[in-house]
């Protein structure tokens, strides 16, 4: 494992970037409405983007000898959980949406995502994207130096359980910076205490997945991701610097 420390000029351009991606995400999540269609809010962000002077991360990205993504964001509805490809669908009423979006800033790299609901969704949906958000948050309050990365873990597991839902077991975020994936990989269950040790300087991409019912997901053709029972879904995301005061949201106006 190769886990990249970032200096304080790194984190300064990354403060940057992340600005530019907490806007842009924020425009989108205005424009998410019923009627919509998801290759619209693409386009957007490819629009949004370019004209703050940065560039989309995800798109021409290639995982593993997987083949480029070819949008800017990722866009999933309802059981696609992650990596959806941006298509004419439309948005209706009921649709649970997740936008995941990278910007690469002078060659740094920030990575987040959100979750919105078209309304009027149901009840259980709400409590999905709240539990999921929430979980977040509770992860992000853990990260201190001389922690450790399975802190971060429990803490979004626990949360998740406590909603009665079900964190996603084979995906992980990840460090985050120079590349788009770096190491270390973080999963959304752990035990505290457990794993490497939190330093100033890390930067990573805490990204709870979360599920109605299921802890597992499945690779479709496209590349995206669904939950292997087809229940709803939810995906909230940060990229966090550790500092000597604690965390640091990076990817916030």
Do not use: W
């Not at 059981?79 to 669908?89: A, K, L, N, R, T």
């Not at 800033?105 to 709240?130: C, H, Q, W």
Request: with cysteine.
């Amino acid at each position: 494992m190769n886990v990249r420390l970032k200096t304080e000029k790194d984190l300064q351009i990354l403060r940057e970037s992340g600005k530019i991606l907490a806007s842009v995400l924020g425009i989108l999540k205005e424009a998410a409405k019923e009627g919509v269609k998801l290759s619209h809010l693409d386009e957007l962000a490819r629009r949004l983007v370019s004209e703050a002077g940065a560039k989309p991360a995800f798109l021409g990205y290639a995982e593993k000898g997987r083949k480029p993504f070819p949008a800017a964001i990722c866009a999933s509805v309802n059981e696609v959980i992650v990596h959806g490809v941006p298509s004419d669908y439309v948005l209706k009423k009921g649709d649970v949406l997740k936008i995941d979006f990278g910007v690469n800033y002078k060659g740094y790299i920030t990575d987040s995502a959100f979750t919105v609901g078209i309304p009027p969704i149901s009840d259980e949906a709400k409590r999905l994207i709240n539990a999921t958000e929430q979980s977040l948050y509770e992860a992000i309050n853990v990260m201190r130096p001389g922690g450790h990365l399975g802190d971060i873990g429990a803490a979004v597991e626990g949360a998740v359980k406590k909603a009665g839902f079900q964190v996603i077991k084979n995906l992980t975020g990840h460090g985050v910076g120079f590349e788009i994936h770096e190491d270390p990989s973080i999963y959304n269950f752990g035990n505290p205490g457990e794993g490497i040790e939190l330093k100033k300087g890390m930067v990573l991409a805490v990204e709870p997945m979360v599920a109605v019912s299921s802890s597992r997901v499945v690779m479709q053709e496209d590349g995206s991701f669904v939950t292997e029972d087809g229940s709803q879904s939810a995906h909230f995301e940060h990229t966090i610097a550790i500092t000597d005061d604690g965390p640091e949201i990076l990817t916030v106006l």
